[in-house]
């Protein structure tokens, strides 16, 4: 009778860890009920005192999880299985997203704080009238190096990576649209093009790169430049004022020949279980004081004029992060190239990486 008890017992112990853990996975991917948000952004990519005051001021649990491209995201959402509210892809993403369908409208009067964006950054092409997405940060890909490392190399153009001074001295992000884009404008083609044979240049081009290329790194990138593990790093333009905050010997640049100008907006999934949570988290996001302590603790540069205005002169009035209109007018959107297209970019970047140790 005792062995029997105990059995169950252990049965019973046995069952309930076991609903535990499901409840736990569950969770982390996103699964819960109740009241709770769930977040899909990039890494490092917003103050996470904010999650708490969010969660303070609204009673609403967030449930926090990263990605570190935009290719990554889609594919997650595309397969669903998850329950995540609010994401923040780029604009070519959305407009990709748009297209097959993975995005809900947004009902701009729960949305008021919309006021507070600056008028450049609304009704762009990939989203007419902001039906789907909200402005969160904007910015550039460039160049960041440590002068005293580099030999009087200025990075006034692309081709200056291929140096041969650079040797395993450089770092790049990981991202296909980003490098593939690198190499085609380095060879003056635009970072949307299409055509194979100027595809196929540029893949031969970054090929020749990789004696200097030390590493494709992810958000540790920040780490390694301000760290000085590597003298140059191409970056997204508040990684590099990241950087820059830790190391005051590092400098930022965008090569003269052009290079990409992005905007990542916010976006209600169709996963969404939160609709409402969701509108409440946008709106949150844009009021001036949050999106100006977001600013202050991410880097990049707000689209919320009335943020802006908030920042000290040395964020706000930095060229290198707020470019003037001649350096913008040189520089180029991603365009949504189509499902065939991005797997070829996906497919030549990934072919690079091989290639690059
Ligand atoms: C932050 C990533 C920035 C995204 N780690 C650039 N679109």
Redesign the pocket.
Same mark, same amino acid.
């Given at each position: 009778m005792k062995q029997l008890v105990r059995m169950f017992a252990t049965v019973i112990v046995v069952a309930l860890g076991l609903m535990y853990l499901t409840s736990y996975l569950n969770s982390s991917e996103g699964y819960t009920g109740g009241n709770t948000l769930t977040i899909y952004n990039?890494?490092?990519?917003i103050d996470p005192e904010l999650l708490d005051r969010f969660e303070e001021e609204t009673g609403i649990k967030v449930i926090y999880q990263t990605f570190d491209s935009n290719e990554a995201m889609m594919t997650k959402i595309e397969q669903g299985g998850t329950t995540f509210d609010v994401s923040i892809p780029?604009e070519y993403a959305i407009s990709k997203m748009k297209e097959e369908d993975l995005l809900i409208p947004l009902d701009h009067s729960k949305i008021p704080n919309l006021k507070h964006i600056d008028e450049n950054f609304l009704n762009l092409s990939f989203d007419p009238d902001n039906a789907y997405s909200i402005p969160y940060f904007w $910015?550039t890909v460039g160049i960041v190096y440590n002068p005293e490392l580099v030999d009087g190399i200025a990075f006034t153009s692309w081709d200056d990576l291929w140096d041969e001074r650079l040797r395993n001295q450089i770092l790049l992000l990981d991202g296909a649209r980003e490098v593939i884009g690198m190499g085609l404008n380095s060879l003056h083609y635009s970072l949307n093009d299409t055509d194979e044979a100027h595809l196929q240049e540029a893949k031969a081009k970054l090929g020749t790169l990789t004696p200097n290329v030390k590493a494709i790194v992810g958000?540790e990138i920040k780490m390694l430049l301000a760290g000085e593990e590597a003298a140059v790093g191409l970056v997204?333009s $508040?990684?590099a004022s990241e950087i820059m905050g830790e190391n005051e010997k590092l400098d930022y640049v965008v090569p003269q020949e052009g290079s990409n100008l992005?905007f990542?907006n916010m976006v209600i999934p169709k996963t969404a279980s939160n609709i409402d949570g969701a509108h409440q988290f946008i709106n949150f996001m844009l009021d001036p004081e949050v999106a100006a302590q977001n600013t202050e603790y991410v880097g990049y540069s707000t689209p919320n004029k009335d943020a802006l205005a908030l920042l000290p002169e040395d964020i706000s009035g930095d060229e290198r992060f707020y470019p003037s209109e001649e350096l913008t007018s040189k520089l180029e959107v991603y365009d949504n190239l189509g499902k065939k297209m991005l797997a070829h970019y996906n497919e030549l970047f990934l072919e690079f990486k091989m290639h690059s140790k």
């Open positions: 990039w890494g490092d990519y780029s $910015g958000d997204w $508040g990684d992005w990542d």
